[in-house]
């Protein structure tokens, strides 16, 4: 199905381009990636249906893709070079990154 090519395939790629030109921490790349690589819109299935498509092969991509995400999303994650050093090397300091904020800014 394209939606699954489109949500497990090409949206990751698209998101591992634009971690990369971020300047921003590690955990904001997580972030975003979570944000970029989980589905979520069931609206999807409505769009499809003013759009006069097809209802049904709408719901089942959108279900295919909440059923495979679980398995996807791990995966990607630890093929990124995003968590593994920079959150290890946090914990292992003890310091969170927000601890390192002036009071009041988190």
Not at 14 to 21: D, K, P, R, S, Y
Not at 35 to 47: C, D, E, F, K, T
Request: charged content about 10%; hydrophobic content about 55%.
């Amino acid at each position: 199905m394209l939606s699954l090519f489109y949500n497990f395939v090409l949206t990751p790629v698209i998101a591992w381009f634009l971690v990369q030109g971020m300047a921003g921490s590690p955990e904001l790349a997580l972030g975003f990636y979570l944000v970029m690589l989980i589905p979520g819109s069931s609206m999807a299935i409505a769009y499809t249906g003013m759009a006069g498509g097809s209802l049904e092969l709408a719901t089942v991509a959108q279900a295919a893709g909440f059923l495979v995400a679980p398995l996807m999303l791990p995966l990607f994650i630890l093929k990124t070079s995003v968590t593994r050093s920079h959150l290890h090397d946090q914990a292992a300091s003890g310091v969170s990154e927000a601890a390192r904020w002036p009071r009041g800014c988190v």
